[in-house]
């Protein structure tokens, strides 16, 4: 028995290895670059690390050349900067090492590898969960198919996503008389047999249950489409008919409520990550919070609308859109009431027309976003493609009016967040989709996020959906207040999701608290 426990171990690390290896993205690069930048201090080792860096992306794409260079910079690897080695190579971890110097002891990890679709046309295996604790180890193959498992994460996401502003202020709206009578009440429509079917796929295993049900914090290591899945939304138990009533909700079994979960982007991350945090030095000047929030917009309805994509090549022509999108009011109540919370230490907050890039680069240049412990943007998130000509994902602020430029055009995108040097335990962005991809299958964790990682943020609270206002500002409040009081992050999270469930003061409306779609937005993306 104990040979066969023995050879078990050992292929489930050999498969934890393999599985890094092929799951490793760029949200894991942006953190890696951000470790790597923290220990870089010539110019010489700099522009050898940009040099690393820019010929991997290349020759992973069978570029020629950069396969050529790769020999040369492997050889000054292994001569010159061989300190860095582990950093700019990020071999896998193995599963001892996860076990003995990673994991705590009320802590399981779960990384799930979905197959891809041509695997799957093919005939392969679906993929693989492995379950990792202190003491044990488990895998298994998904059991869903690749076309199952793409269909159940789209379904979910369309049960969650309220839509338009107007489309959430509608729902949350009390019901008639007539319609709010016990009969008629009905929740908007969420598939619990779909968000069930993922739950038992990813965790409901016998060999995996056996050995994380006892844990109460779940650290998730998602890649490919499983990236854009919000966990805390999937059921453990709830024979719940398709749309039911608020009080049917909430008598669900949610995993967000039952477990404190956090999300990284990949196994060597939650290294870079924790060993990040406890080189932070606390004994310097630091601001407890900095917050920015109801940038001075002027529009009405709706997000920015298609323009000529030649005409948004101009900063004055996006400054203009961008002032055009919908004032978000409730934003400066969020960022008010959250800096109330460090009433005697150290806040910055900037609102309406202050809330801009100009101020942002500011702080960045004069060291206080560096020595900031919570940094705040709440504001509108917006994808790639949300318009005509927006090529990365970007956060919205006051644009520059009278001489905008890139750098003012109100249009802080992922790769200007890179740029920007902070050291924050955790970056909080209260907007939608702002943990989100391009699309909902396939795109992984977006470009904001690998922005703010690669800044140097160690954990990021952000949202997969537009977030109504009044919810958003109930749970960062509640998150942060208990964190601050002690509890782990991933803890007061589901804490304050909890509560927010738990409260009936909008059960007559088509999206109660109790809907997931009000009370799950919000992901924890990090080392806790």
Known sequence: HRETLTKRKSFVGQAFEALQMAGYGPASAAVARATLRSKVQTPHMQQFVQDWQQTTLLARTGDQDALGRMEALRT??????????????????????VQQTLLQDDEAMIAILPATAQ?????????????????????????????????????????????????VAMLRAPLSAVQGDQHNRRAAQFDLSGARRLYDAFFGAPEIAAIIGDK??????????????????????GAVELGGTAQDLRAARWLG????????PSVTSLKSLRTRQANID????????????????????????????????????????????????????????LATLF???????????????????????????????????????????????????????????SNPDDASDGLL????????????????????????????????????????????????????????????????????????????KAEALRKAMKDLANDPSRDNSRLPNSHPSIWAPFVLIGSG
């Open 343 to 401: 009433a005697d230490e150290n806040t910055r907050i900037l609102l309406g027309v202050d809330a801009n890039e100009t101020n942002v680069r500011a702080l960045a240049d004069d060291g206080i976003l560096g020595n900031a412990d919570i940094l705040h943007f709440a504001t509108h998130g917006l994808l790639r493609g949300a318009f005509e000509g927006l090529s990365e994902p970007a956060l919205a602020l006051t644009p520059n009016l």
């Open 257 to 264: 409520h039952e477990r404190a979960l956090q999300i990284i």
């Open 119 to 167: 695997a799957g046309e093919a005939g392969g295996i679906n993929g693989l969960v492995i379950a990792i604790t202190q003491r044990d180890a488990a895998m298994i193959e998904i059991p869903l198919a690749w076309s199952e498992l793409t269909f159940d994460i789209l379904n979910l996401h369309r049960s969650l996503d309220p839509g338009s502003a107007e489309q």
């Open 282 to 337: 606390k004994n310097g000047a630091r601001l407890a919070y900095v917050g920015l929030g109801d940038p001075a917009f002027r529009g009405e309805h709706g997000a920015l609308p298609a323009v000529d994509t030649v005409m948004l090549r101009s900063a004055a022509s996006r400054a203009y859109e961008v002032q055009d999108l919908p004032r978000l009011a409730g934003t400066r109540r969020e960022v008010t009431t």
């Open 413 to 488: 995108t992922a790769s200007e967040a890179a740029q920007l040097s902070i050291s924050a335990d955790w970056v909080i962005l209260s907007a939608c989709d702002t943990a989100g991809g391009d699309s909902l299958i396939g795109s992984g964790l977006g470009g904001l996020v690998q922005g703010f990682f690669a800044a140097g943020a160690r954990n990021l609270l952000v949202s997969h959906w537009r977030v109504d206002d009044q919810a958003a500002e109930t749970l960062i409040t509640k998150t942060v207040a208990t964190s601050k009081a002690g509890l782990d």
């Open 216 to 237: 109460q914090t779940w650290t998730i290591v998602p890649y490919g489409e499983t990236l854009g899945i919000p966990y805390a939304a999937l059921v453990i138990d």
């Open 76 to 97: 000054a690897l292994n001569t010159e900067f061989a300190p860095y080695s582990d950093l700019l190579i990020t071999p896998p971890l193995s599963l001892i090492e």
